[in-house]
């Protein structure tokens, strides 16, 4: 079992700054790729940003230059760094993992969810 659990989700007005943070916790051999996704009411879940193992992160053109993904291998963290927050930014919030039990199985979970709000 691997279970992943964001958090730091919240209201927050335009113009302002969140951080959310995903813990990975369980039956890991080890962790690949992670990444943030959102999925706004009535809109398909997209994907914003993600980051290897290694640190080399790639970005959606939505969020490039405000947000920041970053990781702590160590304590299996990964973290999403927001700032200069639009209303247009309000969903839930994804935390997903590529995730190795064990030297033969793998596979990808997703966390619970976390909401954002951005107020006008």
């Known amino acids: 079992q691997v279970q992943l659990v964001e958090s730091g989700g919240g209201l927050v007005q335009a113009g302002g700054s969140l951080r959310l943070s995903c813990a990975a916790s369980?039956?890991?051999?080890?962790?690949?790729?992670m990444a943030w996704y959102r999925q706004a009411p009535g809109k398909q879940r997209e994907m914003l940003a993600t980051i290897t193992s290694g640190g080399n992160a790639y970005y959606a053109d939505s969020v490039k230059g405000r947000f920041t993904i970053s990781r702590d291998n160590a304590m299996r963290m990964v973290y999403l760094q927001m700032n200069s927050l639009k209303p247009d930014d309000t969903a839930v919030y994804y935390c997903?993992?590529?995730?190795?039990?064990?030297?033969?199985?793998?596979?990808?979970?997703w966390g619970q969810g976390t909401q954002v709000t951005v107020s006008s």
């Open positions: 997903n993992a590529d995730v190795r039990t064990t030297l033969s199985r793998r596979a990808v979970y």
């Open positions: 369980g039956s890991i051999f080890s962790l690949n790729a």
